[in-house]
T-cell receptor, first 114, second 115 residues
Framework: DTEVTQTPKHLVMGMTNKKSLKCEQH?????MYWYKQKAKKPPELMFV???????INESVPSRFSPECPNSSLLNLHLHALQPEDSALYLC?????????????FGEGSWLTVV | DQQVKQNSPSLSVQEGRISILNCDYT??????FLWYKKYPAEGPTFLIS?????DKNEDGRFTVFLNKSAKHLSLHIVPSQPGDSAVYFC??????????????FGQGTILTVHP
């Protein structure tokens, strides 16, 4: 089973709203990621969590707040977003500690900020 | 600075023939390379990977070749099937470093396989 599950699949929110994206995996992976993909562009890394601790933040604005409550769950809290934040948000996971671990992606959450 | 490049935005192939997708990289620290396939409105699906200690990896119809001296890799799909039509992304990482999980993607190549 190489499944990463993301909810919701689609989200429309106003610029003053607070919402969250959720991600779950049951592969025993201890590294989880958030990537962002704009139309016709490749995915870009936002955050990396390793053993439930934030290890990489790619200079993401503070209106995006990640959280890793346990080894299976990863959340992305959204607040005061801008229309240009509309994109496909991808969660991913992988094993750690071994060179060349494959990263598995979820189906993504389409976010539209109005 | 685009560290991973897929110079062909699109490729059209007849069913049953070979599809060859190319990827070039500039960062010599990259030591692990992956190919992903992506349908519209879905997340990337992992296809095949290769470590820099190898020059070839095969999995069914998919073979990835790595030429480290040229900083070039290619994905061969034989035989190509209509269901292979999708966007293919090449990705690279420094898996031996602390930045595992930081995949750098190419711009993608749209593959169309005609029946």
């Amino acid at each position: 089973d190489t499944e990463v599950t993301q909810t919701p699949k689609h989200l429309v929110m106003g610029m003053t709203n607070k919402k969250s994206l959720k991600c779950e995996q049951h592969m025993g992976h201890r590294a989880m990621y958030w990537y962002k993909q704009k139309a016709k562009k490749p995915p870009e890394l936002m955050f990396v969590y390793s053993y439930e601790k934030l290890s990489i933040n790619e200079s993401v604005p503070s209106r995006f707040s990640p959280e890793c409550p346990n080894s299976s769950l990863l959340n992305l809290h959204l607040h005061a977003l801008q229309p240009e934040d509309s994109a496909l948000y991808l969660c991913a996971s992988s094993a750690t500690g071994t060179v060349g671990n494959t990263i598995y992606f979820g189906e993504g959450s389409w976010l539209t900020v109005v | 600075d685009q560290q991973v490049k897929q110079n062909s935005p699109s490729l059209s192939v007849q069913e049953g023939r070979i599809s060859i997708l190319n990827c070039d990289y500039t960062n010599s620290m990259f030591d692990y390379f992956l190919w992903y396939k992506k349908y519209p409105a879905e997340g990337p699906t992992f296809l095949i990977s290769i470590s820099s200690i190898k020059d070839k990896n095969e999995d069914g119809r998919f073979t990835v070749f790595l030429n480290k001296s040229a900083k070039h890799l290619s994905l061969h799909i034989v035989p190509s099937q209509p269901g292979d039509s999708a966007v293919y992304f090449c990705a690279a990482t420094n898996a031996g470093g602390t930045s595992y999980g930081k995949l750098t993607f190419g711009q993608g190549t749209i593959l169309t396989v005609h029946p």
